[in-house]
């Protein structure tokens, strides 16, 4: 007894679509948690009071100004990646109007 199941939509869509979401979960909740101050600005807040003026405290706070990329471009580009994996989304589950061209001649020669 052969099955008939008919299946919609493109299922290399929906692999991107699942895995882009895994991937992209853990980034989202890093990169958009509350701005609160890493545990390493708070360790520098600490002895700022002791140690404010001197060249290592000074060169450790630049450090960490410039450790990664600034935040709304990182930011960004996980936006955009979500949005991506939502276009793919959308427009896997529609059927492709054309036929492959040796159906076509088929029809053409019956």
Do not use: Q
């Not at 000074?58 to 996980?78: N, Q």
């Amino acid at each position: 007894m052969p099955m008939n199941i008919e299946y919609v939509g493109d299922f290399f869509a929906y692999f991107v679509i699942a895995f882009g979401a895994i991937i992209l979960t853990p980034f989202t909740f890093k990169k958009f948690r509350s701005s609160k101050n890493s545990k390493e600005e708070e360790k520098l807040n600490e002895k700022r009071e002791k140690h404010g003026n001197s060249k290592w405290f000074k060169k450790k706070e630049a450090d960490l100004k410039t450790l990664g990329a600034s935040p709304w471009i990182s930011r960004f580009v996980i936006l955009l990646c979500w949005a991506v994996l939502f276009f793919i989304g959308y427009t896997a589950p529609k059927p492709r109007k054309s036929s492959p061209s040796f159906l076509i001649l088929l029809k053409s020669s019956a």
